[in-house]
């Protein structure tokens, strides 16, 4: 059976991650579910232990605990430094923007993303995103990437129009790669496997008619191909 306390404590950190703001106990309480008296002993509890933090209002916000465990998986987990490098390198070759990211509980979590570019990327849409297109498709299937894409636009009171998505399913099917294109930019999305798990990887911000497409297809499969065999 599994632990209420942990249950809780898994509860209230997600909230505040969600939030992306201080939120006061009261808030936390509210939106987590859990009762006042609870929320103030396990609050107090990761506070004194410095997972969580207090404002100078007496909010509550994450603590430097969290983001040692944040930075801790993130540098060992899945991929190594050098993974890390190789994206790097052929970011900085074709002077293309790069991301990898993985699905967790349908928001996008960062490994890598290129710092030059300013876009607020955190809770970010899943529908919006070529990258988790990617790993949805590969992850799923055709019909369950769908399924997942047309429930998160219900949700958030939109219509959701499956042609949208459909030409680059098939090119993913196809080609292993997904080519979003509009009238501005282009998005390259590749599906990385790895460790029982699906990853995406992107290069983005390439203007429509840049002659380096062609190549940024090759050598983003080559890397792809490497961050899936290497050990």
Do not use: H
């Not at 008296?37 to 969580?52: E, T």
């Not at 991301?99 to 993303?113: D, S, T």
């Not at 070529?130 to 590969?138: D, E, F, K, S, Y």
């Not at 080519?179 to 496997?193: D, G, M, Q, R, S």
């Amino acid at each position: 059976m599994k632990s209420l306390l942990t249950e809780k404590i898994f509860l209230l950190t997600d909230q505040l991650i969600r939030a992306g703001r201080p939120l006061s106990l009261t808030e936390l309480s509210r939106l987590s579910g859990v009762e006042r008296s609870a929320c103030w002993r396990i609050v107090s509890d990761l506070c004194s232990l410095g997972y969580l933090t207090r404002t100078k209002s007496r909010k509550i916000e994450p603590g430097l605990g969290m983001v040692y465990w944040g930075q801790a998986a993130c540098s060992r987990t899945f991929f190594n430094s050098r993974a890390m490098k190789r994206i790097a390198q052929v970011s900085d070759r074709l002077r293309v923007p790069a991301a990898l990211a993985g699905l967790f509980q349908n928001q996008l979590v960062y490994l890598y993303r290129d710092a030059r570019t300013q876009q607020e990327f955190f809770r970010f849409p899943v529908r919006r995103s070529n990258l988790a297109l990617a790993i949805l498709v590969r992850k799923y299937g055709r019909d369950g990437a769908l399924d997942r894409l047309c429930r998160e636009a219900s949700e958030a009171g939109e219509t959701f129009e499956p042609g949208f998505f459909l030409p680059r399913i098939a090119e993913l099917e196809k080609n292993g790669y997904a080519l979003e294109i509009t009238k501005k930019k282009c998005n390259l999305a590749f599906p990385v496997e790895r460790k029982n798990e699906v990853f995406g990887l992107a290069f983005f911000d390439v203007a429509p008619d840049d002659p380096k497409i062609t190549d940024l297809i090759v050598r983003g499969t080559l890397l792809k191909n490497m961050l899936e065999s290497e050990e």
